[in-house]
């Protein structure tokens, strides 16, 4: 709770505490029945699953036709990724955001080193329920620089799912669009015999451009029930090059993840208690106005997997704090202009707590209950001698809360062998509000970067929304319909219909002030736009309808091909309306309801085009993404819309040896939001080449990406505002630059 140095303080909002006893004795008591239901009778060796290899090094091997069959529960269109395309791929970037491009309908906004924002199917952000083992994280910053995917580090990550499009209400939940989430890899335990079993890596890359560096390692002591592991990674790198040889300021980092996780297992349950650190002193953002000067991240999670007779279990307690700063690095002044200090202080936590029933041979029950509880604090410190900054602490958000309480209930049938069906319904309900805020100053007259004399919208503003309803509440809820028909081993069709929901977040509904400067600090959009937060904003509601035909051969081995197409009619589709003009052609936006579209299609293909023991084995793969998003009420497309875009790769590997060579091809960007002046980009082309090798206990990772060091700019990459601000303001604003040829190197050591 931040103290307000004015009369306008007031007493606390109506705390959600009665809630969430109730919800967690609502908790207790069903995990109290279920865990006294008998356990589900295993003989011996049925209870201690098959011991991991003693060298954990992953080897790339060829794509899978088709992902292993899940049920419904993974509808056709999913995207996957496992730990060997893991392992190859991190070698571009410590990013784990980055490691998702490859995935069809998946694009990526432009912000830090390691914390890009995935969008699916045009859409990015909250619309996107993002998990990390299974923890829905918020990120807790008015620019939104520590999202979730940003504490996952690739090093320790096992698998990682991305569904597009309609998702069943079991893993959806307060989004729109889709659902990303991200394991680690699963605990290794000793054979049975074996009195302690270890094991462990150490990892080093190195990438030419920007100078990049990461170190990572892993520790696992285990016996047959208990196992311990340790994971670590630590990246860093300074500003990186385009394709023309200049610097792209602001696009350094500095980062670094620790976790510690004990897990013990006994007859079909198993237990897993971790707890993460993170620790970044400085990242830079070159699409917005501030950089990231520090960010701690702690989180405890706790799980529970078991088997019963009924069926299994899988319950989740996690909690998380984020302290966050923002200001300018040296790229964009911050040692010689003061800069403007903006801090956040945030408390997540909660649990989420699922049953999966056989309710016959063909009949499937899941259902399921969570509950998450956000705090965040927000304020901008005074800077001395500033007079458009001080005296006061500028309250952005006072004791802010959202919480969700949501439950499901979803029915899978297998009609015949070849028809099934899923009918999914959850509700969410959102509680939101937030505490008495103050400007900077509560003076008329102040200059406020609007000129001296004048009013000061912000003292106005935060009058007016400390007199103004601070809380809100909405009831939503979701639904889902799948219908797959599968006539042969060697073809699948899946229609699927979703109504699913997201409310504002903290920062739509209550970003408040209204001055030129203030606003600007609001946004995650790489746009270097003001914001202005709109109380009256209601829930999105997203009518999605997609299908998914898939064909392979009959083994599912040698080749694939998917096609998804899609269309989504979202109704209070949060977008923003321009409510004035800011110095050097930058805007001023407010959050407003409106109604939009979006339709595309994605295409995947896989195939072993040769294969024999002197050559080994040839593969070739295509991924071809479109989507087209328009405002319906303003006639204008939606922003940070992806244009056509597809990847080629061709694939090899002889033994321990394996390569890919990958086209990767963008069309040009012409379909912007004129409203926010978003910058058109032309259309390119890069290619990229992995190749590795094991032998024994090492393996060695060499990659080039951006070969023939081409010259582009990303469609999603906002604008260049880092070399903006660096010329005092004075060159023309334009498209951010994507990274030049990078030499990649990186070698890893299992023991």
Sequence with gaps: ???????????????????????????????????????????????????????????????????????????????????????SRKLASPDTAALLRSLPGVSLYSAGGFSSLPALNGLADDRVRVQVDGMPMTAACANHMNAPLSYADPAVIGAIEAIAGVTPVSKGGDSIVGTVSVTSKPPVYAQPGEPIHGEGSLSTVYRSNGNGTTLSGTATAATERFSLRYTGAWSRADDYEDGNGDKVRSTLYNVQNHALSASARKDGHEITLSGGYQYSPYSGFANQRMDMTLNRGTTLNGRYKGEFDWGTLDGRAFWQRTVHAMNFLHDKGGADRGGMPMNTDSHEMGYAVSAEVPLSAQDTLRVGNELVRYRIDDWWPPVAGAAMMSPLTFVNLNDARRDRLGTFAEWEKRWTPAWTSLLGVRNDVVWMENGPVQPYSWANPISMGMGMGMANPDAAAATAFNRGDRSKTDVNVDATALLRFAPSASERYELGFARKTRSPNLYERFAWGTGGMSSTMIGWYGDANGYVGNPDLKPETAYTVGATAAWQDAEAKRWSVKVTPYYSHVENFIDADRIGTLSNGFVQLRFANHTAELYGINAEGRSIVHQDERL???????????????????????????????????????????????????????????????????????????????????RADVGIENLFDAHYYLPLGGVDYGDFRASGNRQPIGALAGMGRSFNLGLTMAF
């Design 1 to 87: 709770m931040i103290r307000l140095s004015t009369a306008a303080s007031a007493a606390n909002a109506p705390r959600l505490s009665n809630r969430l006893l109730a919800s967690t004795a609502l908790l207790t008591a069903v995990l109290a029945a279920l865990s006294a239901l008998p356990a589900q009778a295993q003989t011996p060796q049925a209870q201690i699953p098959q011991a991991l290899p003693a060298v954990p090094v992953e080897t790339e091997t060829a794509p899978a036709a088709t992902a292993p069959e899940k049920g419904l529960s993974r509808p056709l269109g999913a995207g996957t990724l496992d730990a060997a395309e893991i392992a």
């Design 616 to 698: 080994g084995e040839f593969t070739v793969g295509a991924v071809v993404s479109y989507v087209r998003g328009r405002n319906l009420d303003t006639g204008h497309d939606l922003y940070h819309i992806m244009p056509l875009n597809g990847t080629i790769d061709l694939g090899h590997r002889l033994g321990d040896w394996s390569s890919v060579l990958e086209f990767q091809m963008v069309g040009r960007k012409f379909l912007v939001d004129s409203g926010r002046n978003e910058p058109e980009t032309p259309s390119y082309a890069l290619v990229n080449l992995r190749t590795s090798y094991v032998w024994g206990n090492l």
